[in-house]
């Protein structure tokens, strides 16, 4: 059994290190490549949790199942549609479900749409922001009774993972 000498330390570290530095020596170059945007559509199942003032505590959050769709065109712009079903754990009924529309750049979309409250059996619409892993909501019902929401969900932002590398000229 060999033991390892200070010396043999030493040596063991400067042969990473330079290996290191010819590695990112040899990407530079492929990292230096302009940067262009290439249209795309995309369609992605995510979930959440959602508060609306009012109506859901802290500790009991409304469960979400989301499908977004949207496309992001060669200008970064997003553009699409949000389709989201509630379900209340503390009332353990449906809540709601909503569909909007969604425009803007990647780190900030706005969003509006319509949707239907089967707990309290009313149509409702909604405005908000939406951005990487958060939404922020204005929602009034047919009541016209106003509430505010806030979600975290596993979506992140459509547009960030359009940017590819430019053909070498």
Do not use: H
Request: hydrophobic share 40%; charged share 20%; proline share 2%.
């Amino acid at each position: 059994m060999q033991t390892s000498t200070p010396k043999t330390a030493l040596k063991a570290v400067r042969l990473s290190l330079l290996s290191l530095a010819l590695v990112a020596a040899a990407a530079l170059p492929l990292a230096a490549q302009s940067q262009t945007y290439s249209s795309r559509d995309e369609s992605v199942g995510y979930v959440g949790l959602q508060w609306l003032s009012g109506e859901t505590r802290f500790s009991r959050p409304n469960v979400l199942l989301g499908f977004r769709q949207t496309r992001t065109d060669i200008d970064n712009r997003v553009t699409g549609g949000d389709l989201t079903f509630a379900y209340s754990t503390e009332k353990g009924v449906a809540d709601a479900v909503r569909l909007g529309y969604l425009d803007g750049k990647c780190n900030l979309l706005g969003t509006v749409g319509f949707g239907y409250s089967m707990r309290k059996d009313k149509a409702l619409g909604f405005f908000g922001a939406v951005g990487s892993y958060a939404k922020i909501t204005g929602e009034v019902d047919g009541t016209g009774t106003f509430a505010g929401g806030f979600e975290l969900n596993t979506q992140v932002c459509a547009g960030d993972r359009n940017l590819v590398a430019a053909a070498p000229v």
